[in-house]
Structures are given as C-alpha cells and as structure tokens.
C-alpha cells in the first residue's frame, strides 16, 4: 500500500462512497415503491371504487312527497317513540298498516323487555320460500327526540321501497324490517329488535344471501368541510363534502359492498361511497348490521354518515324539515336496484 499512489488514496473511498449512496436510494426508492403501492392497495381495498361507468336499470322514482308525510308521521305524530313512549306501539301500527297497504305479507315479532312488551315488525315481497335478502331500519327514537334522521328517515325510506316491491314483487324472498330498540338503554345488548331478528334467522336455519340496513340516510349538503370521519387517512380518501351516501361493511363484505354500490350507480344519481375496514373504526358498527355478522350473514350499513355529518344527532334539532326528501328519494331508487339484483341472485 505504501507505493499506491497519493491520488488513489482520496478516490478508491470517494468510489465506495457513491456507491453507497446509489445502493441507498435504490432502498428509498423501492421503500417508496412500496408504500406507494400499499397506500394505493389499501386505499382500493377500502373505498371499493366501481370504475364501470353508469348504466340505465329501469328503477321506479321514491316519491319525495311520501317520504316527508311518513317521516312527519314517526317523528311528529308519534313522538315521543323511545321504549316507554306512547308513540312507539303507534309507530308500529302505523308501519305495519303500511306495509300491508303495499301488498307485503306482513308478520310481527314481538318480545318482552324490563316487563314491557316491543315488536318488530316484518314485510315479505316475491317468493315465501328460498334464499332471502333484508332490508332494515329501526323505528325507535333516543328518548322524547324526534328523530327525523335517526331513523325516520331509514324507516321512511323502508315503506317506499315496500311500495314499489308490491308493484313489481321480486325474484327472490325480500324481507322488510323495521327494528325495534336499537337506541340508549338497549344500544349493543340482546334486547336490540336486530339481535332478535338476526338471531331467529340463525336458529331456523333461514338462508340469507345479504342483509342491508338503513341508518339516517336523510342529511346532505354541499357546504365545504362538512364532512368530518374518524381518523385523518379517511380524510385523505373521502370528499369534504356531505352530500353523498356511504355503504359501509367490513373487509368480508366487500363483495357486497361493490355489488350494492354499483346497483346504486346504475339506478341513481346520488353519489355513493364505500367504507371496508374493521369494526374498531368508530361508528362502523353503530347500527342494527353488526348483529347479523354476529350470526354469520353478511351485511352493510347505509348511511349519511350520522354524527360525523348531522350536527343535530340526538338534539332536538333532528326535525323534519332538516331532511333532503329529493335525496333521500334517490335513496330508494339505489336501494330497491340492490336488492332486485341481490333476489335475482338468489337460488
């Protein structure tokens, strides 16, 4: 090494040192690569885009002007609708009439709670036999709230897909319910209608191929940032804005999700969202879906997103006249697309 010359001596490391540096940002380049991919990936598995573009299914229109006269019904004339309100047996009258008006075969499923006796109450559409596809929404209000959003506008929604499954039954077995008990103080424990209902499927060995609830479905705008989510990648991944309609489930429901999205985008106007992801996200499963995954059935929510939308959830602001009955007509027309193609599936 002593005859090397000088020269050399400041080269051979300079050399060693820019090879270093190419063999580090090849590693940066792949890490880059590589979250890039992973962010893309997940934000794919997430959102659950529908990149085909919109067909034409010949879906019959809600009507905007029903929608408010049944959301007045459960909201204002039968309030107040919580489990010892008066307004709650009324309600349920009042939606079973209507589903027998729609031309539903119509059944309750009552049960006591705390020495008092609560229903859910049950449409079929199409065949009394064979796989059957659910619809759902709670009637029930948080205390002496009105509840317009949470949930008459579900249940509103639920008697004007009846209406139209009566005109045109479907294919398949399509059950309507309206769930009973889904807010404070039976909120996550048996006593929900939804655990009733979900686990009397489960015990009859009823074949369900999709079971589809409707929560707040009734509040949009196209302020800016009106939209708020749980976590901040959400915030990277969904619009400001609240005018659109989320179909939420979990990673094992992303077939349906998709399926439910893309009926929705062939029939409606209404932008549609998805959410797949896993049930510690909060509000992912608020709802009456959580328990048929309990059961083993696959479900999704459809929702304006509640709280982190409506500012006026569970205040006595939740009113009638807050609801967008032209949306929420485009509600139905999405729903009743993803439920005929569901029964038609259906063996």
């Known amino acids: 090494m002593d005859t090397l010359d000088p020269t050399a001596r400041s080269v051979v490391p300079e050399a060693f040192r820019q090879e270093d540096r ?34 034409a299914d010949d879906v019959p229109a809600g009507s905007p ?35 027998q008006e729609a031309g539903g075969r119509v059944a309750r499923q009552p049960f006591e709670v705390r020495g008092h006796t609560v229903t859910n109450v049950i449409a079929s559409f199409g065949p009394e036999t064979g796989t059957r596809v659910v619809v759902g929404a709670h009637y029930d209000a948080c205390g002496e709230l009105p509840g317009a959003d949470d949930n ?9 897909l009846a209406r139209s499954l009566g005109q045109a039954p479907p294919a398949g077995r399509v059950d309507l319910v309206a769930y009973t008990l889904e807010e ?43 939209q708020r989510y749980p976590s901040t990648l959400l915030d990277l991944l969904y619009p400001d804005r609240g005018n659109f309609l989320l179909v939420a489930g979990r990673f094992g429901d992303i077939d349906l999700t998709r399926q439910v999205k893309a009926a929705f985008r062939s029939a409606s106007p209404l932008p549609v969202r998805s959410l797949n992801g896993p049930r510690w996200i909060p509000g992912m499963d608020f709802s009456d879906h959580y328990p048929y995954w309990d059961q083993g059935f696959p479900a999704v929510m459809l929702t304006d997103t509640a709280f982190y939308r409506n500012l006026d ?35």
Not at 27 to 50: D, H, I, K, R
Not at 152 to 160: H, K, P, R
């Open 313 to 347: 959830y569970h205040t006595g602001r939740d009113t009638a006249d807050r609801l967008d009955y032209r949306r929420m007509a485009q509600v139905v027309q999405g729903v009743h697309a993803a439920v005929t193609r569901l029964a038609m599936r259906a063996p």
């Open 65 to 99: 002007e029903r929608l408010e006269a049944d959301v007045r019904l459960l909201s204002e004339s039968c309030a107040p609708r919580d489990w010892l309100g008066a307004g709650l047996p009324k309600a349920a009258d009042a939606i079973a009439l209507a589903f």
């Open 184 to 226: 404070p103080p039976f909120f996550r424990t048996p006593d929900m209608g939804s655990v009733r209902h979900a686990r009397l499927l489960r015990e009859a060995g009823s074949e369900v191929r999709a079971v589809i609830v409707l929560e707040m479905v009734g509040r949009y705008t196209e302020a800016s940032n009106s």
């Open 22 to 55: 190419r063999r580090r940002w090849k590693v940066l380049a792949a890490l880059t690569g590589f979250l890039l991919a992973f962010a893309s990936g997940t934000a794919l598995l997430v959102t659950q885009p529908v990149f085909a573009g919109r067909t």
């Open 152 to 160: 008459a506008s579900g249940v509103a929604c639920l008697l004007e």
